[in-house]
């Protein structure tokens, strides 16, 4: 236990970056069962439920290292959100209402397309359908974006960044839109 | 809502030197029945005398009775007795409105929007005082049958349970003296209960129907993570429906009608016991006593079923909204575990698995699985090991921003603890002061949201709009505590608030409520003991008081002289205040009956033989 305090104590590894702190390697293709299991390693040591014996002291400091683990392993977990984080590492801020203003014509339009599809669609198989594909060009921009970062193409990053989340947006809607049909099928 | 994380390897060698030797306890505080239950190596038993301890509390004078004697004094004297509390917790008058079906509550008039006050005799009590008597009950019994002080306890809410419903149930431990651990969600505990955590990965759904109110919830445990996905219920369903529904068929055989609540109530706790008996039995024939009379009455299995057909249908129907709300199909759904004890009839199992397609799980008795899983947490908790349950936050937290728009800084689903950041900027010139207005809830505007708190950051040096750099802080802890901070990071200015769930009681009113029960405490179980040693003999009194009216020729005067005597030496006794005395007298006086009660039997019996009805003859014998 002490060791463990000391650790968190430890001004130098106060400013871990998540990557440092879920023990995984800087880069945006990281190794999601590696992530995983050390998640669940440290959580298993730092989590507050685990602080049996430790000193109110101590549980403050472990407390604030519990929390480190959690927000770091929900930011690595998700490829958007890594990729946001990793160019915040790299001094690029985006706030969502940059993104709002950044957004080029093309990814607009998409999805303004995907929109009014959606709309018309009464049939859940449907829905599904446009689900997968939308799940299909997410996964590329994935691909994509383990290039660009390779090469640190920050510029071609944030288009790609923009771009997923417009589709990460535009899945939830696919998802509530469903819901609605099943209320639908089920009044009738 | 909770995730849960399995620990593959436990380490073995600290369990023997546990850190803390405090014995903590695992409690389900249901809306009709309630458990308290321990677990040792993660093998759980319930404990005390009533192990199912009825949530039924009656407030006779200023002291509280609860269970089974609550029970008998409902057929007596039902305006003291309180049920169902559970629906109440940290609700006000303004959120009653919205729960469904007939309501048992004798409302106080001084209750407001924030507050729900309950008449009791005169008194007014709280849903959380009467939960607290609840758990003092249970604490009282379980330390009882292990001969050691209780202190800590997971108690199980269900998924649906808001913040001010949780933090009424943490109220109604403190009262209680029970220091909360963790509130663990009910489908979780039943999971638990049944080690769904040591299972492989899958999509699970428990199904809880209960005395009065059905829930069900879809549990997705991935990676060794547990999640909530979907719940849904009613919160108006459950056996007492079928009680109530062998009722109506009674009367309408018989021919009878129903005049009063006590009729009603007494047949209420016969046709309880033909429905369990109807979980065994084809077909259940007997007397039914109504009127002060008995009536024959048969009702096989089949027109059981029939009569709760639509109730059962309608909980398959929840099911399936529950199921198409988590996005899933039904037939990706690996285990079906039951809850609640109306989940032992068997038209239900049967319609459970017809609809899921498989075999639901019921090896765990369903009155005590989620007491039972309650415990395992309990136990884990204390030792620091085991399973470890990791919560997530169930509704998004931010604050507003210009035009009433919400900026998300936790999101809903988000691990716990947890702190994130978000920085922010002045949109005036000169700007020295920021509003920071908390809220919850996933909507994008601000008044769809529920408002938790206000503060202002003030103190922030003069600069041109958008320079400063004020960076908010949300910060929950494992219990979902928040505290919002908020600095002005070029000044270093500062300012946080700790925002905490309420329901109208102020922390002030719980401080004062523990300090009153500090101050009277060795008052306070003195007088406990001897109320609920009055009540026991008042309703011992009252049914010898019909006895001898019906059957009072039955007796010599010598022996009616000496139940005279009795008697009047246990009123004397319950004028006083010696517990002990009462208890004796009221001994003595069930002695000198029990040649009495004898010959009422005899009578009944003859009676009955002649084709005559005799009233409450085995009750009066019990009493």
């Known amino acids: ?132 594909e939308v799940k299909n060009k997410i996964e590329k921009i994935y691909l994509e974006l383990v290039n660009v970062f390779r090469n640190d193409d920050f510029k071609e990053a944030m288009r790609l960044l923009i771009r997923g989340k417009y589709l990460d947006k535009f899945l939830e809607e696919c998802r509530l839109h469903k819901l609605k049909i099943q209320k639908e099928n089920n009044a009738a | 809502m909770l995730l849960e994380i399995n620990e593959p390897g436990a380490s073995e060698k600290q369990k023997n030197k546990s850190p803390k030797s405090d014995v903590a306890v695992g409690i389900d505080l249901g809306t009709t029945n309630s458990v308290i239950a321990i677990s040792k190596n993660g093998k759980s038993k319930a404990l005390g005398d009533e192990k199912l301890l009825a949530s039924l509390v009656s407030y006779s004078g200023k002291k509280a009775v609860v269970g089974k004697k609550a ?227 048969s009702i096989s299995r089949n027109e059981f079923e029939d009569l709760i057909n639509q109730d059962v249908k309608r909980s398959l129907k929840i099911c399936l909204d529950a199921v198409s709300d988590s996005g899933l199909d039904i037939s990706e759904i690996k285990g079906v575990v039951m809850v609640g004890g109306s989940t032992r009839i068997p038209f239900v199992r049967e319609n459970v698995a017809k609809l899921f397609g498989q075999k639901p799980l019921t090896n765990i008795d369903p009155d005590f699985v989620v007491a039972f899983g309650a415990a395992i947490q309990a136990e884990s908790l204390t030792r620091g090991e085991g399973t470890l349950l990791l919560d997530v936050n169930p509704l998004s937290l931010g604050i507003e921003t210009i035009g009433g728009l919400v900026e998300k800084i936790i999101e809903r689903n988000t691990l716990i603890p947890v702190a994130k950041s978000q920085e922010f900027t002045t949109h005036k010139d000169g700007q020295t002061g920021m509003k920071i207005h908390v809220l919850q809830g996933e909507r994008e505007r601000a008044d769809l949201c529920r408002s938790l708190a206000h503060f202002e950051l003030s103190g922030i040096p003069p600069m041109q709009a958008g320079i400063a750099r004020i960076k908010v802080t949300f910060s929950l802890d494992a219990d979902g505590l928040l505290t919002v901070s908020a600095r002005e990071e070029t000044s270093g200015k500062e300012q946080q608030i700790e925002v905490k769930p309420s329901y109208g009681l102020a922390d002030k009113q719980i401080e004062k409520m523990l300090m009153d029960s500090y101050k009277n405490a060795k008052q306070d179980i003195f007088e406990r003991l001897l109320s609920e040693s009055r009540l026991e003999a008042q309703i011992m009194l009252d049914n010898l008081e019909k006895a001898l009216e019906s059957d009072g020729d039955l007796l010599e005067t010598s022996e009616r002289k000496a139940i005279d005597k009795a008697v009047a030496q246990l009123k004397a006794a319950m004028k006083g205040s010696n517990r002990d005395d009462v208890d004796i007298k009221a001994q003595e006086l069930d002695k000198i009956c029990s040649d009495f009660a004898e010959k009422r039997v005899n009578r009944a019996l003859s009676d009955a033989l002649r084709g005559k009805n005799v009233d409450e003859v085995v009750r009066s014998k019990n009493a």
Do not use: C
């Open chain 1, 1 to 132: 236990m002490k060791k463990d305090v000391a650790a968190a104590a430890n001004p130098s590894t106060y400013k871990m970056d998540y990557f440092k702190i879920l023990g995984v390697e800087k880069k945006f293709d990281l190794d999601e069962a590696i992530l995983e299991k050390n998640y669940l390693l440290l959580q298993n040591r730092f989590h507050p439920d685990r602080q049996v014996s430790a000193s109110k002291n101590e549980r403050i400091i472990l407390l604030q290292k519990a929390k480190d683990i959690n927000a770091g392993y929900e930011t690595l977990k998700s490829p958007l959100e890594r990729a946001e984080y990793l160019m915040q590492l790299n001094g690029i801020k985006i706030s969502d209402r940059e993104l709002s203003k950044n957004v080029d014509s093309k990814v607009l339009y998409e999805s303004m397309e995907m929109r009014e599809n959606l709309e018309i669609t009464k049939d859940i198989e449907e829905v599904k359908k446009i689900e997968s």
């Open chain 2, 71 to 297: 029970r008998e004094a409902l057929v007596k004297r039902q305006d003291t007795v309180f049920r169902s509390v559970k629906k109440l917790m940290g609700k006000g008058i303004k959120d009653i409105k919205k729960i469904s079906g007939w309501l048992p509550y004798r409302i106080h008039r001084s209750s407001n929007e924030n507050m729900i006050y309950l008449d009791a005799d005169g008194k007014k009590v709280t849903a959380v005082d009467i939960s607290s008597e609840i758990l003092k009950k249970l604490k009282k019994n379980a330390e009882k049958s292990l001969s050691k002080k209780i202190k800590k306890a997971v108690i199980t809410v269900p998924a649906y349970f808001d913040d001010a419903a949780r933090a009424a149930t943490k109220d109604a431990a403190k009262l209680a003296g029970i220091e909360v651990l963790r509130l663990i969600n009910e489908p979780t505990a039943a999971a638990l209960a049944y080690g769904l955590d040591n299972n492989s990965e899958g999509i699970y759904a428990v199904y809880d129907l209960g005395g009065g109110t059905f829930d069900i919830s879809i549990l997705k445990m991935e990676k060794g993570v547990f999640r909530v996905i979907a719940t849904a219920g009613d919160t108006s369903l459950g056996g007492d429906d079928f009680d109530h529904a062998i009722v109506m068929k009674a009367i309408s055989d018989l021919n009878q009608k129903i005049e009063d609540e006590d009729e009603l109530n007494l047949l209420l706790e016969q046709t309880k016991k033909i429905k369990e008996s109807l979980t065994s039995k084809k077909i259940w024939k007997g007397k039914i006593k109504f009127k002060k009379k008995r009536f024959d009455f």
